[in-house]
Structure formats: structure tokens, C-alpha cells
């Protein structure tokens, strides 16, 4: 059978699982999750003219030509702190003592800060030292934010302080798309749980913890982690009770064509559909995606090195999408620091660091291989050596897509797919 196109294998990954339907959530649960809908300000930011300082409130015409030599004297008339209001307007010659984020009194127009002031010492009179212009440290109501306009766009992920902003607009509860339920069920007989003791022969079962947390990064609820022999009864056990459970299995080993690569085959005996089953990628080349009654099982490699590949770029997307989001990542242009051969039909991607000098972006290769582990630590992002080239020369110029600060935009606004 013909490998699919990265491109084309994320596109058919994605039908097996839809957006989840909105839901209701506290402010706090929905944190690092996405807003299902747009969101607009249902209260101005500031609520009103408030001082940006602690001072006093006059009319800036007042203030012409105050100097230290030559203060300008007004009377106190009032005391208005944050949350209170002003007990009566400021009439010409007359001052009101304010506070941080208190309304400023009708009549007033500019506000002069504590430390270019003094008060006299029964309190009923106040010196000003400077002269100001209208507007002068006071925080106009709006000018934040107006009430009414879009303040966040379905799609945006809830980070603390957009919860800090939502929350300022008297919100209790946002609507947001569950977080997917995934399952994870490594195989292997030469895996050992850790902490229990191995042979040299023998491997530490990582992909489980590794798996995982690439899917609560992704914002998936992980709620089992489970591990089956390299038989075929055993495995089939396993999935038909995890699979029930979830809207996502993830599966890591027995995904070649090996003897004892068991997952496709009892995948389809018990009715797996296949939408992807091999894929034109390195590393990663034998990893699925198929649908098991109502629950999308994406079938990654053993090794951790094509595992990492394989789920980022067919898992992620998927659970993301569950979510509601298409996830946009930046992409750099850099040169190779060294050669590399490849197969020609493959899409390789070879985890990279970059480095900058003065002629632009290097991305350095790690040292790379499916059952390496600790390439992706510390790395920048994924090199692309595109399919249809064999032969890269050090300093070719390739495409460098980052980890780091990537947009998401809700899937109903997006016409496009994820980019090859």
C-alpha cells in the first residue's frame, strides 16, 4: 500500500473526531482550555474617570503657572476613595483629595499627584506645585476597553490573564469544548514498568509518561494509562475495554510489520475503520489513525523518538480539533549546519536548535534516530527536509516550524488545513 502525504494523512486523521459541543464552565476549570464562542465586553474598562493616581482632583485651568515658588492654592471639599463615590461636584477654586482608581468628581479634569502637592495642616486648603493638562493622570472610562466590543475571538486559549480579563467583566463561567478523554496503551514484552528492576536487554516503558503528557499538553483529559503484552488475545482485551471509555486511544509499539506487531491487525479484526495507515514521514512512517466504534484510535510507533513525531503531528491535531481549535505554528527560515541524505518520497523532520548570527538563522540538527529520547529537550522545533529531495548540502535553506508561541483559531474559522 502507498504511503499518504504528511499533508494528506493530517486531513484524513482529522475526520475521525469532531469538535465537542460547547459547555459551561467556572472561570478557574477553564483554564489552558479554549473559548468556544466569541466574547465582548459587557462593561467598559475603566467603568469610569477614575484616577490613575493618589492625589488630588482640580480643574487643570487652575493649575496654570503653579510653580514652588508660587503654588496654586484651592480649597479641600471632599475625600473620594476606590470604590466610593464623589459626594458632590468641584466648583471653581475647590479641590477633592482622591485615591487610586477613584471616580473623579464631576467639575474636575485632571488630577496632580500627592507628590506635587501639599495640604495645610488643619486639612482645608491644598498648595499645587505644578501645572497640568486636561486629562492628566486620570483613567478615562473605556479607555481600556469599550463596552461592547470583541475582547476575545473563539479559538483564543483561556491563559490566566485572559481569565484575569473575564472575570474583571463580572463573568462566573465560560463556554468552552470539553477536553477530549484519551486512554494510552503501550505495548512491548521487552518493556519493564520503572521502578521495577531490568536487564540490559530489556527497556524502561517511557511512552507512557511521554505519550501522555504530549496529550495533556495538547489539553486532553488523560484518564488511563494501560500496558499489553505482545499477544494478540492480550491487546485485544485491552482495547476493547479502553476504547469504550474514551474518545481517544493512543497506542505506541506494535504498529509495524513485524511478527509481533499485533495492534493493526486486531484493530481491524474488531472493526476499525482505517482513515490513515502509514504515513510519508521520517520519523513516524508506520503510524494510523482508524475509528473504533466512536472513538478514534491513533496507533504510534514504539520508539520514542517516531512516537514524538507521529503524535505531534497527527495526534495534537486531533485532539485539538476535539477542542475546537486549528493550531497555526511560526515557521523560520534557517540554514542547514550540515548535510543530510534522505529517502526522496519522505517528509523528514529532524529536531533542531537555532542559532543567530549576523547572515540570519542556523538550525542545528540534533542527533537523531526513532528510538532516541532525548532529542526534543531544549529543541526550538522541527527541520523540514521536504519530500521530492534527496540530498541536503550544509547551509541549504529549509523551514524551521517552531514549538514555541503558536496561535489557535477556532476550526469553524479556518478554511484551511494544518500546513504540510
Known amino acids: 500500500m502507498p504511503l499518504t502525504s504528511l499533508h494528506t494523512a493530517r486531513q484524513a486523521a482529522l475526520e475521525a473526531l469532531s469538535p465537542a459541543p460547547p459547555e459551561s464552565v467556572p472561570l478557574l476549570d477553564a483554564h489552558g482550555r479554549f473559548l468556544a464562542e466569541d466574547v465582548r465586553a459587557v462593561r467598559s474598562l475603566p467603568g469610569c474617570d477614575n484616577s490613575a493616581m493618589d492625589g488630588w482632583a482640580v480643574r487643570a485651568e487652575e493649575t496654570r503657572g503653579a510653580n514652588r515658588d508660587r503654588p496654586a492654592r484651592l ?3 471632599d475625600t473620594v476613595y476606590a ?25 474636575a479634569d485632571a488630577v496632580i499627584r500627592q507628590e506635587a502637592a501639599r495640604a495645610s495642616e488643619d486639612g482645608r486648603h491644598v498648595d499645587l506645585f505644578i501645572t497640568v493638562p486636561p486629562g492628566h493622570d486620570i483613567r478615562r472610562t473605556g479607555e481600556e476597553v469599550l463596552a461592547g466590543t470583541l475582547l476575545f475571538s473563539a479559538g483564543q486559549r483561556l491563559s490566566a490573564s485572559v481569565l484575569g480579563v473575564l472575570a474583571s467583566q463580572g463573568e462566573t463561567h465560560v463556554r468552552v469544548r470539553s477536553a477530549p478523554r484519551v486512554a494510552v496503551l503501550a505495548t512491548g514484552d521487552e518493556l519493564i514498568r520503572p521502578g521495577q528492576p531490568a536487564l540490559s536487554h530489556q527497556v524502561y516503558e517511557s511512552n507512557l509518561i511521554l505519550i501522555a503528557a504530549l496529550a495533556r499538553e495538547a ?9 499489553a503484552r505482545d499477544d494478540e488475545q492480550a ?15 493512543i497506542t505506541t509499539g506494535g504498529a509495524s510489520v513485524g511478527d509481533k506487531d499485533h495492534v493493526k491487525r486486531v484493530l481491524t479484526r474488531l472493526g476499525a475503520r482505517f482513515l490513515v495507515d502509514g504515513v510519508a514521514l521520517k520519523p513516524g512512517k508506520p503510524v494510523a489513525v482508524a475509528k ?11 520508539n520514542p523518538g517516531a512516537a514524538s513525531v507521529a ?9 485539538l480539533q476535539h477542542q475546537g481549535v486549528l493550531e497555526l505554528r511560526r515557521r523560520v527560515r534557517a540554514r542547514l549546519s550540515e548535510p543530510r541524505h534522505k529517502q526522496a518520497g519522505l517528509t523528514y523532520l529532524i529536531t533542531a536548535l537555532l542559532e543567530h548570527d549576523d547572515t540570519g538563522a542556523r538550525a542545528v540538527l540534533r542527533p537523531q534516530g526513532a528510538g532516541q529520547i532525548l532529542q526534543n529537550v531544549q529543541a526550538d522545533g522541527w527541520a523540514i527536509l521536504p519530500p521530492g529531495q ?24 479556518s478554511s484551511e488545513g494544518p500546513r504540510a
Do not use: K
Not at 219 to 227: E, P
Open 292 to 302: 473504533l466504534g466512536t472513538t478514534a484510535v491513533v496507533v504510534l510507533p514504539g
Open 219 to 227: 489539553g486532553a483529559d488523560v484518564r488511563h494509562l494501560s500496558r
Open 83 to 107: 470604590g466610593a463615590l464623589p459626594s458632590r461636584a468641584l466648583q471653581p477654586g475647590e479641590a477633592a483629595r482622591v485615591f487610586t482608581g477613584a471616580p473623579v468628581p464631576s467639575g
Open 390 to 413: 534527496a540530498d541536503f548540502a550544509e547551509g541549504d535553506v529549509v523551514e524551521v516550524e517552531l514549538f514555541d508561541r503558536p496561535t489557535h483559531v477556532a476550526v469553524a474559522a
Open 235 to 249: 491487546l485485544s482485551e485491552s482495547i476493547e475495554h479502553l476504547a469504550p471509555r474514551v474518545d481517544v486511544l
Open 75 to 77: 480649597r479641600v471639599v
Open 311 to 319: 503524535f505531534d503531528q497527527l495526534a495534537r491535531p486531533l485532539l
